[in-house]
């Protein structure tokens, strides 16, 4: 009926068809608008809020409005000494946490993707420590590693902390205590996710894999590794967050007795208890080049741009 | 000889992993079952007389009491599970409702410069909210949501959509067109062929999508604590994290583990589907 109709018009069919693209194109952007106004709504205002403030002397000392400096915050924070601690901590605290999370997750999907007798039940204990809910049980985990009270084990923790904090320095074993606490959450999920991915690439390249290379390692590491990787760099992406958050909870928890202080927590830190709005801001949007560097290469690896021509 | 020797180091490596998982949430537990002199002077790998003290303490109501030399803080248990649940059912809601619609957008219709959408919706994955939290709380003040459930609603789910959206278009780009089409030949408008037709079919990615909103929110107690200040309106987390949790840290692995029992039923029975949705997913590049 409608093409019937079309035709006496003498519409043509590319022109029809560019109508039909444009409502197409109309609808998708109202279909978007919910999502975008949830993130942009949240989003846009705080990070236009830290720019902003980041470049004034804001603060809950100063009197009267706050005044425009320019770069001053940025300039000072350079020259801190904590602060380059900070980013070395930080950059130490994502580097090891997510190494050792597929140091965990891989081989833990490699074994679950195998079939065998107890697999599901072992896949459910597996999936545990990520479903478990972790706003708490860092808080838990904090304690039990860092017991306040006498119990038990707090003479053979007592040891242990010793030992860890003589080696690496004060505050060392309870900041090790949080880093374990985010590999057993986020390997578990890192495990999860890369067992989905091995499920998704298809068992013939493994049969081949098998033909062609010599040893179990070789086919790891010449087939499997760069089979995995996109999947890796998602999960590894995914582990970003809630590594910062882990800490955030504990930081906030313990009030910052935890002596190495991450860029983020630094920040809150300055913020909060010192009501020094704008260090605090300048402190927080240091973190930008870092995961713009992170994004970037991520996103070559897990959204490579050349498939599908459009 | 061979082939059985591999099936044991499988077995005993299917059996460290569970062992390695389960570990930290088998010791809190035994502490949490303790008495006060079990928890000083017993073994720490378990526990002789377990008592239900800290369990039954969560649910004594909103009186703070004197237990020996500790007082009990006041924990409105059931209601703060109550809002939690409230919290988590409307986050997720949101969540997939506007996950969906973007994603189906992104997927399916692709308007131009479509990639770049899905990839800064991506990104904003990574800013921490934590560090928002000042300007976010000027926002949550400007709405009129101060202490309101409808904040952390938000919030949260601009924290799980992200992710959601990235799936479910991946999901939705590498649907074959033809199922749609064949749908539309028939007569059906777009809306009841994707509600009919496509939807259905997405529904373990669908899972996916809820069970990483369920670990994400579960995973935060520094906004609820920050959002939620009246103590009948928190939820678990900021509810027992606000609380002295260096007197009696106990109850509070208690309340986690309680709280934890639903969460957990609900991941054990979904996580198959879990990991057949990313798969899905997954299936022709991330």
């Known amino acids: ?310 | 000889m061979k082939r059985r020797r591999q099936r044991w180091q499988h077995a005993m490596l299917l059996a460290l992993a569970a062992l390695y998982s389960l570990f930290p949430i088998y010791f809190i537990t035994v502490q949490s079952l303790k008495t006060a002199e079990e928890d000083v002077f017993g073994n720490p790998l378990y526990v002789v007389n377990p008592t239900f003290v800290n369990y039954t303490e969560l649910f004594e109501g909103a009186e703070a009491r004197v237990r020996g030399y500790v007082i009990v803080p006041r924990v409105p248990f059931l209601l703060w599970v109550l809002n939690s649940v409230t919290i988590l059912l409307a986050t997720i809601a949101v969540t997939l409702v506007a996950g969906v619609l973007a994603a189906y957008a992104l997927g399916r219709l692709q308007p131009p410069g479509w990639r770049w959408w899905r990839r800064v919706l991506f990104a904003s994955y990574v800013v921490p909210h934590t560090i928002l939290f000042i300007p976010l709380y000027q926002v949550i003040v400007k709405l009129g949501l101060d202490d309101n459930h409808l904040a952390l609603i938000l919030i949260y789910s601009t924290m799980a959509l992200p992710f959601c959206v990235w799936i479910l278009s991946a999901y939705y780009r590498h649907l074959p067109r033809e199922i749609e089409d064949s749908a539309l030949v028939e007569g059906a408008t777009p809306a009841t062929a994707f509600l009919r037709i496509m939807l259905p079919m997405s529904r373990n990615v669908l899972v996916a999508a809820g069970l990483f909103t369920i670990g994400t929110i579960g995973n935060d107690f520094m906004l609820a604590s920050i959002f939620l200040l009246d103590p009948e309106k928190q939820t678990v987390a900021a509810g027992l994290g606000v609380m002295d949790v260096s007197l009696e840290e106990l109850l509070a692995v208690a309340g986690v583990n309680l709280a934890a029992i639903p969460v957990v039923a609900v991941c054990a029975a979904f996580a198959r589907r879990y990991v057949q949705g990313l798969t899905a997913a997954m299936l022709e590049g991330a």
């Open chain 1, 1 to 310: 009926m409608a093409v019937a109709r079309n035709e006496r018009r003498g519409l043509s069919l590319s022109a029809r068809r560019a109508t039909r693209r444009r409502r197409e194109v109309a609808r998708a952007y109202a279909l978007m608008t919910p999502a975008l106004v949830l993130v942009l709504g949240v989003l846009a205002y705080p990070l236009a809020w830290e720019v902003w403030v980041s470049l004034t002397n804001f603060s809950s000392r100063a009197e009267g409005a706050p005044v425009w400096v320019g770069l001053a915050n940025y300039r000072k924070m350079v020259h801190e000494t904590e602060f380059w601690r900070g980013v070395a901590t930080t950059v130490f605290y994502f580097a090891t946490t997510t190494v050792a999370k597929l140091a965990v997750g891989v081989p833990m999907a490699l074994l679950l993707a195998r079939p065998s007798r107890g697999r599901a039940v072992v896949f459910l204990a597996v999936f545990l420590p990520w479903a478990y809910p972790g706003g708490v049980t860092v808080v838990a985990w904090y304690w039990m590693l860092n017991p306040p009270l006498i119990t038990s084990y707090s003479v053979f923790i007592g040891d242990l902390k010793h030992a860890v904090d003589v080696v690496f320095g004060g505050g060392a074993y309870t900041f090790l205590s949080v880093m374990l606490f985010n590999i057993w959450r986020g390997g578990s999920f890192t495990a999860v996710f890369l067992l989905a991915g091995l499920n998704a690439i298809p068992t013939e390249l493994f049969d081949y894999a098998r033909l062609e290379t010599r040893s179990a390692w070789q086919r790891f590491w010449r087939v499997t590794v760069p089979l995995l990787k996109p999947y890796m760099a998602l999960a590894v992406f995914l582990s970003f967050t809630t590594a910062f958050a882990d800490l955030a909870n504990v930081w906030m928890l313990t009030g910052g007795r935890i002596i190495f202080p991450v860029l983020g927590t630094y920040a809150y830190w300055l913020g909060i208890r010192n009501g020094q709005f704008a260090e605090a801001a300048a402190y927080s949007l240091s973190l930008v080049p870092l995961l713009a560097i992170a994004l970037f290469l991520l996103f070559r690896w897990f959204d490579p741009p050349q498939e599908e021509p459009e």
